[in-house]
């Protein structure tokens, strides 16, 4: 029996093999080594991605919002400067407010005879507070022919209001009915 303690070491890469002749030792534990660093890496590759690209979206969205605010400034120095006004006979009177628009608040498209279909009824509203529904068809505004829903908009436009209107409006159903409408007012 050889005794271990007077056998020479070998040197670091010379190991034995178990053949007896000399070079690297094979390494059994070597290759799921090499499986588990993959199965690091890979996911660790694929984060990276991922915080890579939200970082980018990022960076649009602050790139975006800091591009909009100095646009906002850009337009605000773009505006002329208010000028005080001038005491004598050089100063120009202000322009008078634009009179008050008078509305419906339904949203109308052409209808598919004459007539302005309503799509759509604002709550609250002067044309729901009169009995106007979606489907309904508005053939006259007072006087006013209407055949389109332009017509209805410039008939609109062209009430006071707080003044009541007569509208001739045929129903889905196929039933007409005149109803009392009083325009409000824009705000």
Do not use: N
């Amino acid at each position: 029996m050889e005794q271990t303690a007077l056998r020479p070491k070998p040197m670091p890469g010379q190991e034995r093999r178990d053949d007896g002749t000399a070079g690297p030792a094979p390494r059994p534990h070597a290759a799921p080594r090499r499986g588990r660093r993959l199965r690091t890496v890979l996911p660790a590759l694929c984060a990276g991605i991922v915080l890579l690209f939200a970082g980018v979206g990022i960076g649009t969205v602050g790139a975006t919002v800091i591009g909009m605010s100095r646009l906002a400034e850009l337009q605000r120095q773009a505006q002329p400067p208010a000028r005080p006004a001038e005491a004598g006979p050089t100063a120009a009177p202000a322009p008078a407010p634009a009179p008050p628009r008078a509305t419906l608040g339904l949203e109308a498209v052409d209808a598919e005879k004459a007539g302005a279909k309503v799509v759509g009824v604002h709550v609250p509203g002067p044309g729901y507070a009169a009995g106007l529904v979606r489907g309904d068809v508005v053939l006259h505004f007072g006087a006013a022919r209407v055949d389109t829903a332009a017509d209805l908009a410039r008939a609109v436009a062209r009430a006071r209001p707080g003044k009541a209107v007569l509208l001739t409006v045929r129903h889905s159903s196929g039933g007409y009915q005149q109803l009392a409408v009083i325009p409000g007012v824009v705000t």
